[in-house]
Every structure is written in C-alpha cells, then in structure tokens.
C-alpha cells in the first residue's frame, strides 16, 4: 500500500501535524520499531502475528480444505476475529462459491441463512481458538443439526479450526475431522493471514500464496522510519492526530469490495488500542455512498476525526449511456469509474478545503496480491501505534465481564457478573 | 418505543446525566417542544416531517405501485436519504420480494447486481428530489439502458420518486411513467415515511397503514417534558451527555433486522447535528456481533461514548440442540433467542459497571407499527437534538461543496471547487 499523509499536515489542516513533529515523532517509532522487530524475531505474543506471511504454508490449508473444496456455499461460523478476516477477504474478490458468515446468534436470522442452504452442496468451518465461544458453539449445534435433518452426514462436510486443544479439537479427533490450528500468539484480530482467514477463502477459489506475499512485500517495508514505511506512516499519523483532537477515525473505502475492511479495521483498531481510556474510536463508512449521509458531520462536525481513504488505483469500469437530459448531458460522456474517483478526489478536496484531516491509502487494485499488502499494512500500523500509546496491544480484557455474565445467565456456572446485571438502574420513559 | 436513561444516569455514569440536571434541561424541552409544535402547525420546512404520519396517503403509493407490483426484485436507485429509508424498512421486513438499493456508483458492484437481475420480473424506483443527483441519474441511465439490452421496455417497468420539477419530472411526464412526490419540506433523511420510503415496501408487500399507524402513536406522545415521551427522552439523554464528553453515540441493535436502523440513524444524526463544530458522531454496530469487536473499547476506552442499544421484546426462536461436551451443556438447554437476550443484557450491565453511559431502547417487535413508531421516534429525538444545540437541523450545507468539485471534474461546469482538488498536498510514503 501506498499512503499519503498530505492531508494530516498541520499546513492544511486543523487538527493537524506540523513537518517537525512528525520528525520527532520519528525517533519513538525507530524506537517502537526496534522492539517490533524483537518481538518478532523471539516469536511473543501478538508480534508473531508480523511473522504469519512467512510462517504460514498455503498448501496446508489447500490440503485440509480439499474434502470440501466442492462447496458451493461456504459457512464460517465464527465470531469477532475468527470471522470478520476470512469476511472482508471473501467479500473484497469475486468467486463462484458462496461465502455466509454465521457471526451471530439471531435465530431469525441464523434460520433465514439455514432456509436456503442446499447443505449437500454446502460445507462447514468452524473457528474458535478456545472451542467455548458461546456464540460460535451454539451456532455449530444448531447448524450441524440442521445438516443432519437434511440428511447430510456434517462429519463429511466439516473443518475445524480451533486451539491445540479444547472441545472443538477433541471433536475433530473424535469425528476424524480436518482441522488446522489457530496460530499460537496471534490474537483473532491479528490472524486473516492465517489458516482463520484463509480456509473460506481456499474454499471459494483464491490465491493464497499472492495473498502471503503481497503481505511478505509489506513485511518488507517495516523499517526505523515512519517516512520510509507506509505502514508505520499511517500508524504514527493516526496516533499523533489523535494526541492533537482526532479521537474519531472513520475509515473510508471507495469501493464497495472493500466495505468489508472498514469493518475489519475497527475490529483492530478498537480492540487494539481501545484501553486505559485510550484509543481512537474506529467508525466504518464507504464512498461515494456515504458522501450523503457522513460528509456534512466529517466537514463541520467536531473537530474530532481524521478521515481514512482506501482506494483502488485500477478497477473494472461501466460506461454511463448518453443521455438527452441537457442537465445530466456532462453524464453521458462518462463512466462510472471516473463519477466514482471523481466523488473520491471531490470529497478529500472538500475535507482538506474545510481544514479537516485525512489520510489516502492506495492499492492498485483489488486483487490477492494488493489485499494481504493492506491488511498486513494495517496490522504493521495498529501494533506500531500501540506501542507508541504504550498499551498491551494484544490483549482484550474488557470483553470478558460480558461473558462471565452471559454464561450466568444460562445456568453455566455462578459469577458475580451475573448478579451484576439484575440491578439495572432503571429510569424508563415509557409510550 | 420506550426508552430507559437510567443508565445514564451520573449515579451510574461518566459521564452521565443528574436527575438534577435532567430536570433543568425539561425546561429547555418545554420551550423546544412548542418550537417543534409551531413548525409542525405551520408545515415549516424540517418540521413538517413530523406531520408524515397524517399527511401521507398509503392508498396513493399503492396505486401508483400497482403496475409493478408483481416484481420479484425492486431495484431502488437513490442515494442518501432517497435509499436508506426505504432500506431500512426493507431489510427489517420478511418478503418474497427481492429489494436490491444501487446507492453506490462503484462500476464492479453496479455490474455484479445487473448481472444477476432477471429483468422482465424486475422495477425500477428512481429517487431523487432534484432529479440531478450524480450518482442516482449515472446509475439510472445505467439501469434503463440494461432494461432496454435485455428486451424489456423499462418505461413499463419504472415508477419514479422526485419533486414537482426536474429532470425526473419531466421523464416522468413524457414517458407517462407512475410517479409520486418527494414531499415538500421534508428533508431526504426525514421522508422514511413518506412515498420515499414506502415505494420499495409497497412493491415488498408490507404494510403501509400499520407503519403510519405506529409512527402516528408515537407522534401522539410529543409533550412538553422528557419524561413523559420516550423520544424526547432519548433526544435530550444524548444532548446532555454530549455536552458532558460523550461525542459519540454507538447505535447498536441487537437484531440483524435492525442492522439498517443503525445505518438510517447514522445519517440522521450526522447531516442533522453535524454542523458549526457540533454533533455527536454516530456509530454503527451491531449485537452480538460487535461485543467481539467493539466492546472492548467502549467499555474501556476514552470516556467520549455513548452506547444505543435497540432491542426488540420479542421474536422468534430457535432451540440449541444438546451436545455431550461437557464445557458446552450449559448451551444444550437453552435457545439462540434466549443466548442473544443474555448477551444483550449482559453487554448493557458491563457497560453500566465500567460507569459507560448506555440507554436502551425497547420495540415490542419487529413489524411494521414498532419500526414506523422507532422511525418517528429517533426522528423527533433529533429534531428535539437539534433545538437545544441550537443547529439548522434541516440543512447540510457542506454536502454542497464536494458536489461541485466532482461536477467540474467531469466537465459539468467551471467551479473554484474544481481548481481547489488540483492543489492538493501531497506527502506520500510508497511500498
């Protein structure tokens, strides 16, 4: 990925960060870098998931999914990390398979996905590092049964991805099942370029391997300065405008392939650095569509966002048909490409013209090759501003009171959590 | 709706909203709410959105539906508020019918949904106030010249949606196609309820009536305290706890019917509020989904966050089949319905024991009174919103610029917008 911080710059805008800051800024990412490039080299949590581009073997997940490779619809059931990766890579590239995400427990709508499934022609891959996800597990229960009442045998038609134990390891041993291993050290958020990310994607046809190395070539642009470094660049900047104002960072891609990458990204971005009352708040948006819903907020809003462009150099492209309509003749002579990088380069114009920050992250175009680049990009940028916040990256403890709570609720066990949630303050107004 | 603050309260909270303090703002309420009455007496521009529910005739959309009411897919082609609206009802609603929202002008995209229609079974709506839209006359011209490609006569096939002059207009009239008016003094992210909307749920099969109906319910409890209306109650809870640091407002439905909701809300926030350095800035997510992506920061992140939850009482369900796994048992008893209302209750007490403000906002179901009453509802919340910050809520004027920078790009005009995209500075840090 390519990244253009021109906008950020406190020449322009407001918040915004001066030429000479960012030098000195420079000095605490060689510094961050340093210890990036040590938790990498001695494999420690979370800096192992840096090393997935060359750790990772393609022909292992090929090998494991090739029992199902005959999908015609594939179902990750999965939640957070163990879903959105394999989502945003499936969503992003084109594929004769089918791709569902059962990444919640709504029963109207686990049932609406379950009503239209031809599970003959259908294949299961279920991802939990711990095996006890509760959202994942019940989902799992609730769709092998449903292959079954089919009558499909789901042992035929399932991989594992899971945790070097835990029950769903043992079933896989148990049922005999393929399975592969959620990487060890690298958090959910962290594994799209893993077997987590990757299996649906083998399923639906992609090319692992461009995958791998357009992250490899990402890899290999870390280096001691942010100027050097897109990722790092995009890192820094994000944290030094939020030091200045810019606690909102609404990422913005400009195509719709990649809508699902603004989703991804806030998962990282909010799980990452979301601590110690720290940490910019992620908000998921898409050009040119939301240019008439987000625009007026981002240009006279708060002075509290930076805006993230993602946009694809090189696309397909649609011509618009000549029409006779004097006031939409400027129209005709066009395409919908062109309307789209003109909606684009228009709307970082106006935020820059209003004195608001953005950043523009560039990919060729939206292949394997350019996607493992931007994700890994992504994820270079998240633990470097980690690091430069000086939180625990990796980790996500917050989550955990809600899932004590819930399994109270059920009758799993007794937490103080649960009883927690019976003294509802109430102050209802009611209809 | 009902809405309960206690949550939000600052016994509970921070920030968070005395009882005190919430007694003082009813009385900035009180004033606001004659302000609301005066408009809406008045049909003053913005305001008379409010009045959707008595001035809107059902009987008229269903006529001017009726020649394409046998449509399996109804392709919506509006941008903004000429789609989310009807999105929004759409997407929360069973049917048999396919409604497909072109809001976007990536050409890929575009295609991908052109390439699956089968046009003969297919409608097109065409939304758009001006009739100018870029976006929504580009992906016209597209859609009609497929029609014509495809051997169907697309002025059999199209109804349209505008003002009472314009480019739409005049189509409209030469090719004698149905047509219905966007309403005067009804701003895009307010007409939901008005023909703008309804086109789409018409063709869907929806009832109409029921959602004007409990839009109408909801309009009968606008009084002058918060206390005694849930809107109200909601609009001055956000007001207050923005102004006590909470810029920004997490809408988080627990339903993935109501996922849309989350995305209309955006809009209505943003473009409303957003305005002379004001507003709350909206956030989508989205129950359970998000507790594995979002929470994390909300429940320990920057104290700048207000959570939305909108959960509906009722639904439908679907049992957990039993497992022998000894970790999971807890599962086998209980149902998907039930896990996903533990897991929203559970959410909401961690939140209130971090002392993160949170609201809930409670329908009864989801059908088409409880959405048309929970449209109303969040509308009037903003309209109450933007009387105590003291903003043009029916504007948005920063749209305006981005408009005539892109019409310049393509050779539509000479703008000083145009000129400002070409000067842009550039910083960039290349792979």
Same mark, same amino acid.
């Given at each position: ?237 994000? *944290?030094? =405008?939020? #030091?200045?104002?810019? !606690?909102?960072? +609404?990422?913005?891609?400009? %195509?719709?392939? @990649?809508?699902? /990458? ?106 394997? *090759?350019? =996607?493992? #680049?931007?994700?890994? !990009?992504?994820? +270079?940028?998240?633990?470097? %501003?980690?690091? @430069?916040?000086? /939180? ?40």
């Amino acid at each position: 990925m390519n990244v253009d911080i021109g906008n950020a710059l406190a020449t322009v805008a407001s918040p915004g960060v001066s030429r000479d800051s960012l030098e000195r800024l420079d000095e605490q990412v060689a510094d961050a870098h340093a210890r990036i490039e040590r938790g990498m080299a001695n494999a420690e949590h979370g800096y192992e998931a840096l090393n997935l581009p060359e750790r990772v073997d393609p022909d292992e997940i090929l090998t494991a999914v090739e029992p199902i490779a005959d999908a015609e619809t594939m179902i990750t059931v999965g939640i957070g990390g163990s879903s959105l990766g394999a989502a945003t890579i499936t969503n992003a590239l084109d594929s004769d398979t089918e791709a569902v995400f059962l990444d919640n427990v709504d029963p109207e709508w686990v049932s609406y996905h379950l009503d239209r499934v031809s599970f003959e022609n259908a294949a299961i891959n279920v991802v939990s590092r711990s095996g006890t996800t509760a959202e994942t597990l019940a989902n799992f229960l609730v769709v092998r049964d449903a292959f079954e009442s089919a009558g499909v045998d789901w042992t035929e038609r399932t991989i594992v991805t899971t945790g070097e134990s835990g029950p769903l390891c043992d079933l896989a041993d148990r049922h005999d099942l393929p399975s592969l291993t959620v990487p060890d050290g690298v958090p959910g958020r962290f594994s799209a370029l893993s077997a987590v990310g990757m299996v649906a994607a083998a399923v639906c046809g992609h090319d692992l391997e461009a995958l791998l190395e357009g992250a490899a070539a990402e890899a290999d642009t870390l280096s001691e300065s942010l100027f050097d470094c897109p990722a790092y660049a995009y890192g820094a900047t994000t *944290y030094a =405008l939020d #030091g200045r104002g810019a !606690g909102v960072n +609404a990422m913005m891609p400009y %195509a719709e392939s @990649l809508e699902t /990458v603004a989703e991804w990204f806030a998962q990282l971005w909010a799980e990452s650095l979301g601590k110690d009352d720290l940490g910019q708040t992620p908000v998921r948006a898409l050009g040119a569509t939301d240019q008439h819903s987000q625009l007026q907020l981002y240009r006279a809003g708060p002075r509290d966002k930076l805006v993230t462009f993602v946009t694809p150099r090189n696309g397909g492209d649609r011509p618009i048909p000549d029409t006779d309509v004097e006031e939409l003749a400027y129209l005709g002579d066009s395409t919908l490409g062109t309307l789209l990088e003109a909606e684009f380069e228009a709307t970082e114009a106006s935020l820059a013209a209003a004195g608001r920050p953005n950043v523009r992250v560039e990919i060729d175009r939206v292949d394997e *090759y350019e =996607l493992g #680049g931007l994700l890994y !990009g992504l994820e +270079a940028a998240c633990v470097l %501003a980690g690091e @430069l916040y000086g /939180v625990n990256t990796f980790e996500q403890p917050a989550v955990e009171w809600a899932k004590k709570a819930t399994r109270g609720l059920l009758g799993g066990g007794e937490f103080a959590e649960t009883a927690a949630v019976a003294e509802k303050t109430e102050l209802r107004i009611e209809r």
